[in-house]
């Protein structure tokens, strides 16, 4: 199993990093990818993250509640220059001693407690769609109270070269149904399925095949049952996991299996960068 989304980098786990990681590991979690979401936390993200090259995959972006801390503009040039010196390392340092950026993100829109900045967020959003377009990368996008405003900047894109994550789905059946519209595009699913009271559960049972989920944890965030409550850490994803065999009615392996090759499909430079 992958988790395709962890701020494992994060204040949270800074005094327990090393016995955070074990645990993902002993629960059968193969790796752990590691959003990014400003500039000022990004070379701690790339440090971390290269201290265990091979398992923590780090990702580049600007979240969309983060665009207002300094000049957006600004900030975009040097987190684009970033990507771009990582990409040139590629090809003079051997895989074995370098940590690839695997993806753009965590990057999109959120509407959830403010809409003043509403314009600016597309902006910003706009431009790192580009990134991902540009240097070929997958892009992984938050949306909350956003999902019209953000399918109608995906559909200026849907017939170019884009491919990556929708995260944290949580969302009705129509709304899935737009977002799998895009089949370059994996949704990705965590603990709120878990939840006792969660509508996603049929959700995911009516509209979405498991070809097209990616497990994730959103650490420390929103951990799943039994855990409702606490951090949340990479190696309860196998509940997300467990829940999802029950609503697929198989055996969590092929669960493991089928999200693992989606991850892949989608995050290339995990497969081939792969350390064993």
């Not at 994996?186 to 509209?207: C, E, H, P, Q, Y």
């Not at 944890?217 to 196998?238: H, I, L, Q």
């Amino acid at each position: 199993m992958i988790d395709t989304h962890s701020h494992i980098d994060g204040p949270e786990f800074a005094e327990d990093l090393e016995e955070v990681i074990q645990r993902a590991q002993n629960a059968g979690i193969e790796k752990i990818l590691v959003p990014g979401t400003c500039l000022k936390d990004t070379p701690h993200l790339l440090q971390v993250c290269q201290a265990h090259a091979g398992y923590l995959h780090p990702m580049v972006g600007l979240h969309p509640e983060n665009i207002m801390d300094e000049d957006y503009n600004l900030v975009l040039d040097q987190m684009e220059q970033i990507i771009l010196s990582n990409i040139e390392n590629e090809k003079s340092i051997s895989s074995e001693n370098h940590t690839p950026i695997v993806a753009v993100g965590e990057v999109g829109l959120d509407l959830y407690w403010d809409t003043t900045y509403k314009n600016e967020q597309i902006e910003v959003f706009e431009r790192q769609i580009e990134w991902a377009e540009k240097y070929d990368l997958p892009i992984v996008i938050h949306t909350r109270n956003a999902h019209t405003e953000m399918m109608e900047i995906m559909e200026r894109h849907r017939h170019k070269n884009l491919y990556g994550v929708f995260h944290c789905f949580t969302g009705t059946e129509e709304e899935a149904l737009d977002l799998l519209s895009f089949p370059n595009f994996m949704l990705g699913i965590g603990g709120v399925l878990t939840f006792k009271k969660s509508t996603l559960r049929d959700v995911v049972k009516n509209a979405i095949p498991l070809s097209r989920i990616v497990l994730e944890t959103d650490a420390p965030y929103m951990a799943p049952v039994p855990n409702r409550g606490k951090r949340n850490e990479s190696s309860y994803v196998k509940h997300v996991a467990e829940t999802l065999a029950a609503i697929y009615g198989c055996d969590i392996d092929n669960i493991a299996f089928q999200t693992t090759k989606n991850t892949l499909k989608v995050f290339k430079k995990v497969t081939f960068f792969a350390k064993n």
